[in-house]
């Protein structure tokens, strides 16, 4: 780890003039340690990989000195091209890290150009036409850019990297791998990262040149001026406590976090109907709508906000009292990002983490062992839902559970029919009316299915038909016979009747 003398003061940095004094209007007095570690290894141009959480500054830590240099070389960029290449995962958090350049530098004419989705690339093309000195794009747009002639990377001198983990949780990497072949070799590369796995680590040694390590926080650690609960609900009564929570704490502004798109309306639909102002934010609203909510969460004209974890990295909000974890991730380094919303600039904030059953304990596990805390908990579950909520979590997340029977199933609509006969089969009292509606519907998607890309499939079963594989399965057409519809009787008759039918098509299919 680079070892650097801890600076107390923004002027002590040498930065230049014009930069200084942009800083004073903005009360920079103090820099936060990211700053004061990262800035002046940065200077000498050296690459640097710096490990810090999001809140703790680190636009500063890399636009300084990328403004300072700029500086000391100040030459016009050619058209289509950038001196300066800026990537992060999200659009918000790339809006936010051009206006700090343009903040930072509103004394030295910069000249600089965002490049997202969401918008019309055409005005994007159009702002590069004649050449900008900083570029701050999500990399899917950036790549849009470049293979439609609209941009050209030879000229980039700087490099930087934001949010890289978000990037590859976002599957970005391959995209970022593309662009950083299209760079040239002669350049200066920041990496920053709120965490360090081995897929990260791989992409920081194959893009950076003997880089100065910095790390100012452990991955791990959540901010001790947070006060953080868990509470034991029923699925059910999510909605209704969340309002209850947002009616009797002293809010601010508070931040909601769901899982899913689908979700994040969901819960605003449900906080309007109980009285309360919400909006959501999240990748299938359009770059305005986001911009609008955001900027009305900052102003305060809203003071609740819903959004999903890939909208979370761009939200730089001061003011955020509460985050409420609707829904718990599934990756415990993403509640650390989470509740880091909350807390800022010395404030105090509650994260509050709403829990339903057994798979979100298991969340609940995983993130208690990252942090190396027992949260504390109250359980708001009914007394006769206890033992029932384990039972249904799955049914949230059908994922984990009936993936290992996929194979066993024709089409997408049949896997909730099948799990649902599969449960019902354990239970004697509903066996009989099951195992009768199976039949209904899966004997229309088994002759769809036949002359489609499934055919093959059968081959390696014992009796090719269409029936077969169903056999095992549907024993109960013989029993409902005596009392069921003629319908039903019909089916079982046309098994029945197609077994010896369809024997020479069985020997003749694989000669074809």
Known sequence: MERTPLLTSFQDFGLADPISR??????????????????????????????????????AAFALPILHRILENRIKPQPKACRVLVLSPTRELSSQILDSFNAYGRHIRLTSALAIGGVPMGRQVRSVMQGVEVMVATPGRLLDLVQSNGLKLGQVEFLVLDEADRMLDMGFINDIRKIVGKLPTKRQTLFFSATMPKDIAELAEAMLRDPARVAVTPVASTVERIAQRILQVDFSAKPAILAQLLKQEPVNRALIFTRTKHGADKVVKGLERAGI??????????????????????????????????????????????????????????????IGRTARAGAEGVAISLIAGAEEMGYLRDIEKLIRIALPREDRRTPGSRDAAPATAPRQHRGGRSAPRAHNVRGQDSRSHDSRSHDSRSKDSRSKDSRSQEPRSHEPRSHESAPGSKGPRRHGREGGNNAAPQGPRHESPRPAQGGKSEGIQGVAFLHRESRPNTQPNRTHRPQR
């Open 22 to 59: 942009a800083l004073k209007e903005e009360n920079y007095l103090t820099p936060t340690p990211i700053q004061a570690q990262t800035i002046p290894i940065a200077l000498t141009g050296r690459d640097v990989v710096g490990i810090a959480q999001t809140g703790t500054g680190k636009t």
């Open 277 to 338: 102002r919400a909006n959501a934010i999240h990748g299938n609203k359009s770059q305005n709508h986001r911009e609008r909510v955001l900027a009305a969460f900052r102003t305060g004209e809203i003071r609740t906000l819903v959004a999903t974890d890939i909208a979370a990295r761009g939200i730089d909000v001061d003011g955020i009292s509460h985050v409420v974890n609707f829904d718990l991730p599934n990756v415990p380094e993403t509640y650390v990002h989470r």
